[in-house]
């Protein structure tokens, strides 16, 4: 009996893992959107719901799925300028390398030198706020 139930944990947990999966893949639109930054609610005191992510945006912006990739960033940062992301990812590579000494703290010109061979070492590896700097100084 005990080797039934070891058994059949892993594929709960696997069930559990794969539902919790979908449901981020696919989220909600309904209802108001999800506090951010861990605040805590006052039962006693609950403010408004606010309004939904796309009540929020509407009109400033629209949903679009983008190849998931790992390239998500450099595609959605195509998406208004009409650059593929490949070329983006390359030119922002290209961008951190001869622009990290130029950094006043060594801390940040590491990190601008390992973001820079960690996104030229797999064309899948996800980028994040540091592209994204580079990208506007790049962009100004």
């Known amino acids: 009996a005990d080797r039934t139930a070891e058994a059949t944990a892993p594929s709960n947990e696997a069930e559990e ?3 919790l999966a979908r449901d981020a893949a696919e989220p909600s639109h309904e209802g108001p959107a999800a506090r951010r930054g861990g605040a805590e609610t006052d039962s006693d005191h609950d403010p408004e ?12 912006m629209a949903i679009k799925k983008m190849s998931g990739d790992g390239n998500c960033l450099f595609h959605a940062l195509g998406e208004n300028t009409g650059e593929s992301g490949a070329c983006l990812r390359a ?3 290209q961008y951190l390398r001869e622009n990290a000494e130029a950094e006043e703290d060594e801390e940040q010109v590491q990190a601008w030198l390992q973001e820079s061979q960690y996104l030229q070492s797999d064309p899948g590896h996800w980028s994040g706020d540091t592209a994204i700097i580079a990208f506007t100084r790049i962009r100004r």
């Open 49 to 60: 719901p606010g309004p939904s992510v796309e009540e929020h945006f509407r009109g400033m």
């Open 17 to 19: 893992a794969a539902k």
């Open 91 to 93: 030119l922002i590579i």
